[in-house]
């Protein structure tokens, strides 16, 4: 009897745990990420001959419900049609049950990974906005995210910002957009959907709004993912996750509005917080325009600095004409 | 705010603070009434040419440019007619027109395209 060597056990085992990909129209090349309910594997698209993600539920034992999420998630994400959400392109049943999900690959980093090596908070600021747009989208659309971290928002090669894992995202309501293309969401689709149990905690503590950490499901809605979005600013102004913390305690680089915007987005009671991603996303477009920010009344002394700030050059060349100007009062009287 | 607008406001401005700067040169004051009307009038004009620049050609570099020729002519000529204190007008003049020149490029409203 011949012994395997462990190399080679290791290997078989490695082959064993790759998807069968076989019945479909994708090739196997490597996994990329693996997550609490699926593992995102790298695959060849041979009809089209481009590199998908490929994201497989991961858990042997499968039931039903676990089946209807990932159907659930992929439609989800198929109907948020926009630059800033991975697009969908197909989903179908490996031979052993297991349901996947084909979407595209994005190369480049994630959201932390981007912040890691880039120190400049206004091109930070430029890409929350755009996150913050990819979110107003999914909002209008009825869909919340409901797990908005850093980790979850990828920075492609050319600066495209994308919104991923959209699995424990929640249908809240209706489009309420009038065109009769849009991405209109059926309302038996909130119906087929086995929404997360009432008491039930979904999401990242960190990034979690304290009505989600509660558990109260039904009473989630888009203010939720506006704490979380929140939450993404405070990070992308300090490299830290919340904790107790204000911003500027632990950047003191950190301006005041910038601050006042994060903490409004974070308020802990709802109410306080934007009404929408749209009106955050404006707000931190006036914080990189250096405009009054909603969130924030400056006193005299901090609007004329503001103003002085943004307009420093002309300021310099006023100053240079009455420096000019002195001299030739002064050189006149000598 | 359009651009020719900002141009007046800002060239009828400094013009004027140009003109009352003469105060302080005592061979000239009495005629300062006269100076400062003459300079705000140069000022106004400088700012209406560098403010229709600016609505025409959106380029900081040019505008700079055509705001310092502009304001330095305008000067040359007051100087001219004064018959002295060239560098005492045409310096100042030049600044102010590469003020205005600046300002017209930087705000106030683009002028209107096909599409908009």
């Known amino acids: 009897m011949k012994w395997l060597s462990d190399s080679k056990v290791t290997h078989l085992r490695a082959i064993a745990a790759e998807p069968d990909f076989s019945a479909t129209k994708y090739t196997f090349i490597k996994e990329l990420a693996r997550g609490g309910m699926g593992t995102v594997y790298l695959a060849e698209d041979t ?120 699995g424990v995202a929640k249908i809240v309501h209706q489009a309420v957009s009038s065109e009769a293309d849009t991405l209109m969401l059926p309302r038996q689709d909130h119906n087929e959907v086995s929404d997360t149990a009432h008491g039930t ?134 | 705010m359009s651009k020719p607008l900002i141009g007046v406001i800002l060239g009828a401005i400094l013009g004027a603070i140009d003109g009352l700067t003469a105060w302080f040169t005592p061979e000239v004051r009495d005629q300062l009434g006269g100076i400062v009307v003459g300079s705000t009038i140069k000022g106004i004009v400088a700012g209406i040419a560098i403010g229709f620049f600016a609505k025409k050609f959106h380029s900081l570099p040019l505008g700079i440019l055509f705001g310092v020729l502009v304001g330095a002519f305008l000067a040359f000529l007051i100087a001219l007619m004064q018959g002295g204190y060239y560098l005492e007008i045409v310096l100042p003049g030049t600044l102010v027109g590469l003020i205005v020149g600046f300002a017209t490029q930087k705000y106030g409203k683009p002028a209107a395209t096909a599409n908009s």
């Open chain 1, 47 to 166: 009809e089209l001959n481009r590199q998908v993600a490929i994201k497989v539920l991961s858990t042997p034992e499968l039931t039903e419900d676990m089946r209807r999420r990932m159907i659930r998630e992929a439609r989800i994400i198929a109907r948020l049609e926009h630059p800033g959400i991975v697009p969908v392109h197909d989903v179908g049943v490996l031979p052993d049950g297991r349901v996947f999900y084909a979407m595209k690959f994005v190369r480049g980093v994630r959201l932390d990974e981007y912040a890691a090596n880039n120190e400049s908070i206004k091109d930070r600021l430029r890409k929350f906005q755009s996150v913050c747009d990819a979110v107003a989208f999914a909002h209008a659309h009825g869909v919340i995210h409901r797990d908005l971290k850093p980790q979850n928002i990828m920075i492609g090669s050319f600066g495209e910002v994308l919104v991923l894992d959209w």
């Open chain 1, 201 to 334: 905690v979904i999401g990242t503590r960190q990034y979690m709004s304290p009505e989600q950490a509660r558990g109260e499901i039904d009473q989630l809605d888009e203010r939720a993912d506006i704490y979380s979005l929140g939450a993404v600013l405070h990070f992308l102004l300090t490299n830290q996750a919340p904790k107790d913390a204000r911003p500027r305690a632990v950047n003191p680089a950190v301006t005041k509005p910038a601050e006042a915007v994060c903490l409004k987005a974070m308020a802990q009671e709802r109410s306080q917080r934007y009404a929408s991603a749209a009106e955050l996303s404006a707000d931190v477009g006036r914080l990189l325009d250096a405009e009054p920010v909603a969130a924030y009344k400056e006193n005299a002394y901090e609007k004329v600095s503001r103003w002085v700030g943004k307009n420093r050059f002309l300021v310099l060349l006023v100053l240079a004409y009455l420096l000019m100007r002195i001299f030739f009062i002064f050189s006149s009287r000598g």
